[in-house]
């Protein structure tokens, strides 16, 4: 077989065994072409790349900065002060078991993530489910790829703001640590909307927006000098410092509501964080 036949039965595979992809520009259902998607509407082409479908590698805005930090040496480093927040609330498990919590208890669920990082709690669902992640970084797609090797799961490189799936797809949607700094958090969100199945449970969670005011140098009217530690210290970088410090007083339950009428607004991690739990109107 040569290499393009052999390339273009692996993108066959890749699309037909979970037939939920779809062209983000017009919503066309994607096909096998050589290594690549292409739309059968518009037949715009997307690469496959390494078992990851390639819908957009370069964004701006917030996304553009977020995908910078994660894509930078800065995120090893920052690492560490994650890594403590979740020791400082009983370790990692359990701290995130706070929001997983929140999803179905049933086999063979279709779940989709949104903002999948590096899968690092891959490990704790049930090994039947089926999942799809997507998220703007690519280093952390392939270290997410790595670990969930023998799982049933399928990943893309897109903003959360257009998703590249068919409505009403999943059984249950998850999202970690991204949602406050999204281009457009209302658009990701009815983006989840669309394509959960009427009545799947929506689970968003982050830190708190206004975080930082319960630093010293807020509470003394010094924010400059708590922007020098998350920055430099703590190694977050002046760029998403400073997008922090922008979107500190998001009103999340507002904006959900909007989206969610029966979202509920639960504090998580001793205060640190949230998780945001709703379902999928069935309009």
């Given at each position: 077989m040569s290499t393009v036949s052999r390339e273009t039965s692996e993108a066959t595979r890749w699309l037909e065994s979970w037939d939920i992809w779809r062209c983000p520009a017009c919503l066309?259902?994607?096909?096998?072409?050589?290594?690549?998607?292409?739309?059968?509407?518009?037949?715009?082409?997307?690469?496959?790349?390494?078992?990851?479908?390639?819908?957009?590698?370069?964004?701006?805005?917030?996304?553009?900065?977020a995908q910078q930090f994660y894509d930078s040496p800065l995120w090893p480093k920052f690492r560490f002060w994650e890594k403590f927040t979740w020791f400082c609330n009983g370790g990692e498990r359990r701290a995130r078991n706070a929001v997983l919590r929140h999803l179905p208890e049933r086999p063979r669920l279709d779940l989709l993530d949104v903002a999948i990082g590096d899968g690092v709690y891959l490990d704790w669902l049930p090994k039947d489910w089926r999942i799809a992640g997507v998220d703007i970084s690519r280093s952390q797609l392939d270290a997410c790829r790595r670990r969930a090797e023998g799982r049933d799961i399928r990943l893309a490189q897109c903003e959360a703001e257009t998703l590249p799936l068919a409505d009403r797809?999943?059984?249950?949607?998850?999202?970690?640590?991204?949602?406050?700094?999204?281009?457009?958090?209302?658009?990701?969100?009815?983006?989840?909307?669309?394509?959960?199945?009427?009545?799947?449970?929506?689970?968003?969670?982050?830190?708190?927006?206004?975080l930082t005011d319960r630093m010293i140098g807020h509470k003394l009217g010094f924010p400059a000098f708590?922007?020098?530690?998350?920055?430099?210290?703590?190694?977050?970088?002046?760029?998403?410092?400073?997008m922090v410090e922008r979107y500190r007083d998001l009103d999340v339950l507002t904006l959900a509501k909007k989206v969610i009428p029966d979202a509920e607004f639960l504090p998580?991690?001793?205060?640190?964080?949230?998780v945001l739990v709703g379902h999928a109107p069935a309009e």
């Open positions: 066309g259902p994607l096909g096998a072409s050589e290594s690549a998607a292409e739309c059968a509407g518009c037949h715009a082409r997307y690469r496959i790349e390494d078992g990851i479908l390639v819908i957009k590698d370069h964004t701006d805005d917030n996304n553009g900065v797809q999943f059984d249950a949607v998850l999202s970690i640590g991204a949602f406050n700094y999204f281009n457009n958090p209302e658009a990701a969100l009815r983006e989840m909307v669309r394509v959960a199945r009427p009545g799947a449970p929506i689970v968003v969670s982050d830190e708190m927006p206004n708590d922007r020098w530690i998350v920055s430099r210290l703590m190694n977050l970088g002046d760029a998403f410092t400073e998580v991690w001793r205060g640190v964080g949230y």
